[in-house]
């Protein structure tokens, strides 16, 4: 009996080692993922910090992620945010589709801004629905097969933006801030290719950004800001006019 136990015992210690070394290696997967496939989905400057990883649990902590904006906008990012926390099914990792439990991204800060035809989350997702999935350009332009994981699918059962903040860029500001809360967001089993997912969340988060609570209070600030000129040049005011008019139609 004694003999069964610790042979029992030892088995246990294997497979632990054996989780905890796969798992480890999940880190540097999904940062290289992210630094490497993330420009060519969003066109723009995108990187992730650190991967933190609980070995035994599947839980993964990201940390920095930083959204640049498109050209053509001034503005130094779109996004960035601290923490995002991820809760993987362990047991999916070398299946075709890769389950995740939950996303949570907590106090995102999105700055929006408004250019002359459109806005730069706009323009985002409009590069994110153009971009071909990964693996697919390489094959058609080289004669090279994809990647073995560039087929791999993705299941996100729940979605979960919370606390977040939009500020709104302009450069008439001078020193002022103009911010709002951004509504939370939860999206329930999102499935797809990484480019079909990425694009469901950024048009769930695009919603809200333009969304009516949002634009009431940016445009509320606005028209402090206007008031706060002062006895201005009449050509700076008049672009200022333009601009705070023309930032959401109104």
Do not use: C, W
């Amino acid at each position: 009996m004694k003999k069964l136990l610790l042979i029992g015992a030892v088995l246990i210690v294997i497979l632990l080692v054996v989780l905890a070394i796969g798992l480890s290696r999940l880190g540097p997967v999904i940062k290289t993922a992210v630094n490497t496939y993330g420009p060519g989905i969003t066109k723009t400057e995108l990187s992730l910090g650190d991967v933190d990883i609980s070995l035994f649990s599947g839980k993964v902590k990201l940390q920095d992620f930083f959204l640049g904006n498109p050209q053509g906008f001034t503005s130094p990012e779109a996004m960035r945010v601290g923490s995002i926390f991820i809760d993987i099914d362990s047991k999916s990792i070398t299946k075709d589709t890769i389950v995740i439990h939950t996303i949570e991204v907590l106090a995102p800060a999105i700055t929006y801004e408004r250019g002359r035809r459109t806005d730069n989350f706009k323009a985002i997702i409009n590069n994110i629905e153009s971009a071909p999935e990964p693996g697919t350009s390489a094959k058609e332009t080289s004669g090279s097969e994809p990647s073995s994981g560039a087929g791999k699918k993705i299941l996100i059962e729940d979605f979960i933006l919370k606390q977040g903040t939009v500020t709104l860029a302009t450069s008439l500001q001078g020193g002022k801030s103009i911010s709002t809360r951004l509504p939370d967001i939860h999206l329930k089993n999102i499935g797809g290719s990484p480019q079909q997912v990425t694009e469901e969340i950024f048009k769930a988060l695009y919603k809200e950004i333009t969304s009516g609570s949002v634009k009431e209070t940016l445009n509320q600030g606005l028209k402090e800001l206007e008031k706060s000129l002062g006895p201005v040049g009449e050509d700076a005011k008049k672009q200022a006019g333009g601009v705070l008019k023309g930032l959401f139609g109104k």
